[in-house]
């Protein structure tokens, strides 16, 4: 079993910055793809930012440009950059972990087999 904590959700202004952070334990996740989504209040959940074992990552469109994920395999722990930040990025932030092997593209909620408990992320405009 691998248990995901997320951290650093916070209020913060259009325009600002805020690093989510997501700590796993139980097990070291540095072959699992990391993910991060979102849900907004009446929204879907959605796909933010997904990242594999190896360097390569993938971004939702709606926030190509402003937000980055990381990991620290080390720590075992997965980060996500948000920069730009607007109100729209106003949502409860998940972090998920997909065991291997993986075969989908990352942006499925169903692709992933633990779930953080979500940090809450407000920006006001």
């Known amino acids: 079993q691998v248990q995901l904590v997320e951290s650093g959700g916070g209020l913060e202004q259009a325009g600002g910055s805020l690093m989510l952070s997501c700590a796993a334990s139980g097990r070291t996740v540095s072959s699992y793809v990391m993910g991060w989504f979102r849900q907004a209040p009446g929204k879907e959940r959605e796909f933010v930012a997904a990242s594999w074992s190896g360097a390569r990552t993938l971004n939702a469109d709606s926030v190509k440009g402003r937000f980055t994920i990381s990991r620290d395999n080390a720590k075992n722990t997965v980060y996500l950059q948000m920069n730009s930040l607007k109100p729209e990025d106003t949502a409860v932030y998940y972090c998920?972990?997909?065991?291997?092997?993986?075969?989908?593209?990352?942006?499925?909620?169903?692709?992933?087999?633990?779930w953080g408990q979500g940090t809450q992320v407000t920006v006001s405009s």
């Open positions: 998920a972990a997909s065991r291997p092997p993986q075969y989908g593209l990352g942006m499925r909620s169903s692709e992933y087999d633990y």
